[in-house]
Structures are given as C-alpha cells and as structure tokens.
C-alpha cells in the first residue's frame, strides 16, 4: 500500500471505519516497552497523510508522545452487510481494515476549522444527554503523521485490492 497514492482510499476506509465503530484503535508504546492500545473516537485524517484527534479523555497517550511517539493506528470496517457480502462473493470491494504507522506530534489548541469539522461528526447525537459532556468542551487536539499505511491481507478475498 503506497500512503501516498492510496491515501484518498485510506481516508475513505476510515470514514467507514467511523460510521460502524465510532472508533479507531491507537497503538503505543509505554516507557517500559509495554504496548497498550486506546480508543479514539475523535481521529480525522487531513490531505497530506496526517491528521489529529481531540485529546480530552486519554491519558497515555499524552505520556508516550514525551518519549515514544511511534503509534499504530487500526481501522475496521465493521459493518455486517459489507462483511456478508464479501464472504458470499469471495471478496471484498474495498479494504477490510488499514493500520496507519505514524509519530504523534504536538498538542495544541484546535482552530474553528477543526472544531467543526468535529461538530460535523457528532451532529446525530447532539439531542442526547451524554453529547455535551463528551463533545461539548473539546478545544485540544493532537497533531499526528503518517509514514507508512497496510491493509489487512486476507489471502483470496484482498488479492485484488
């Protein structure tokens, strides 16, 4: 997978990702080499193979960007009509799931821009309770970069991906 050449279906991937999951898993590393993964719910992909998340929740995540900023980033298109479609036609159409190798960067406020675009995103939940305590106040992001992006072999069913 070229991150580059492919990186509008990797955007795509993960905007699917999203919609069936309303999250991503994010790989990191602690300063004793113990791996932990986090949950983002937050993750937006930019143009130019980086993106960055809202970080009002994790608590690691922040700790690893001092020392070790290698992260993983997995996308899973978990939506059952895409998976029974596929089994049945002995293929999928498009990616099943995409890891995103990559350094997080600096923490920094978020502009407009990016506050809207996450506006956007939970626009369906703005009526319910729990909304404003999970999206209401988030104004920090976290900048991350991409190096590298795989998607899942799954033998026969991805070979022509």
């Known amino acids: 997978m070229n991150l580059i050449e492919d990186w509008t279906k990797i955007r795509k991937h993960f905007n699917q990702s ?6 991503v898993s994010i790989a990191s590393v602690d300063e004793d080499n113990n791996p932990t993964v986090t949950p983002i719910g937050s993750l937006f992909l930019n143009d ?15 700790k690893h960007a001092k020392n070790k ?3 993983c980033v997995l ?8 998976w029974v479609k596929s089994l049945f036609k002995r293929k999928f159409d498009s990616y099943p799931a995409v890891k995103l190798y990559g350094q997080l960067g600096d923490k920094r406020k978020a502009t407009d821009q990016e506050i ?21 106040h988030m104004d920090m992001i ?9 998607s899942i072999n799954l033998k026969e069913m991805t070979r022509e991906l």
Do not use: C, D
Request: proline share 3%; net charge positive; hydrophobic share 35%.
């Open 69 to 71: 900023k290698n992260i």
């Open 48 to 62: 130019n193979q980086a993106g960055f998340y809202f970080e009002m929740f994790p608590s690691k995540l922040p």
């Open 18 to 23: 999203f919609k069936t999951n309303l999250h």
């Open 142 to 150: 976290r900048e991350v970069s991409f190096q590298k992006g795989e």
């Open 116 to 136: 809207a675009r996450l506006k956007r995103r939970m626009r369906m939940t703005r009526g319910l309770k729990g909304h404003k305590y999970l999206w209401g």
């Open 75 to 82: 996308g899973v298109n978990s939506n059952r009509w895409f």
